[in-house]
């Protein structure tokens, strides 16, 4: 876990305020759309917070004017994953959620912006979603006729009956 003091360029800036840990996701040129990288990181930090009981709450918020505007379709579009990449990243994700939902710790989403697919599904995956009054959350995988692979149609409808 770290105090506040990785790269402004990694995909994921942990910072720590007193028993308070904030995660803002760091792709504010992608609107911080998740990347493996950054499923990665996340996993490794709630990993940590899992067992830190100094850590007495945590939030999940995005760089600049968006929370997460889901998968980063572009980058997958210029190297298409092969199966067992695409398992992969897809495990990753669903492991972020899991991780989320069962934290000893209340996670708060801070939505400052756009929860779109995977974004909207991180968020769903907290205990509390405080939302910005111009946020937009969208399901886009609705109309694609595919589905958002890390539990969403599950905490949709337990989270809004």
């Given at each position: 876990?770290?105090?506040?003091?990785?790269?402004?360029?990694?995909p994921l800036?942990?910072?720590?305020?007193?028993?308070?840990?904030?995660?803002?996701?760091?792709?504010?040129?992608?609107?911080?759309?998740?990347?493996?990288?950054?499923?990665?990181?996340?996993?490794?930090?709630?990993?940590?917070?899992?067992?830190?009981?100094?850590?007495?709450?945590?939030?999940?918020?995005?760089?600049?004017?968006?929370?997460?505007?889901?998968?980063?379709?572009?980058?997958?579009?210029?190297?298409?994953?092969?199966?067992?990449?695409?398992?992969?990243?897809?495990?990753?994700?669903?492991?972020?959620?899991?991780?989320l939902q069962?934290?000893?710790?209340?996670?708060?989403?801070?939505?400052?912006?756009?929860?779109?697919?995977?974004?909207?599904?991180?968020?769903?995956?907290?205990?509390?979603?405080?939302?910005?009054?111009?946020?937009?959350?969208?399901?886009?995988?609705?109309?694609?006729?595919?589905?958002?692979?890390?539990?969403?149609?599950?905490?949709?409808?337990?989270?809004?009956?």
């Open positions: 876990m770290s105090d506040g003091t990785a790269s402004q360029s990694a800036v942990v910072e720590r305020h007193d028993d308070v840990l904030l995660l803002r996701l760091n792709r504010p040129e992608r609107l911080n759309a998740v990347s493996p990288a950054m499923y990665a990181a996340l996993n490794d930090t709630l990993r940590g917070v899992a067992d830190d009981r100094s850590v007495r709450s945590l939030v999940v918020t995005g760089t600049g004017r968006a929370f997460c505007v889901g998968a980063d379709l572009q980058a997958h579009g210029d190297a298409p994953l092969g199966r067992a990449a695409r398992r992969a990243y897809a495990l990753e994700a669903q492991e972020v959620n899991r991780r069962t934290l000893p710790q209340p996670v708060v989403a801070a939505v400052n912006g756009h929860a779109i697919g995977a974004g909207l599904e991180l968020a769903l995956s907290c205990d509390l979603i405080v939302v910005s009054r111009s946020a937009k959350l969208r399901l886009p995988e609705a109309a694609l006729g595919t589905f958002v692979g890390g539990g969403v149609t599950y905490t949709l409808a337990r989270r809004v009956g």
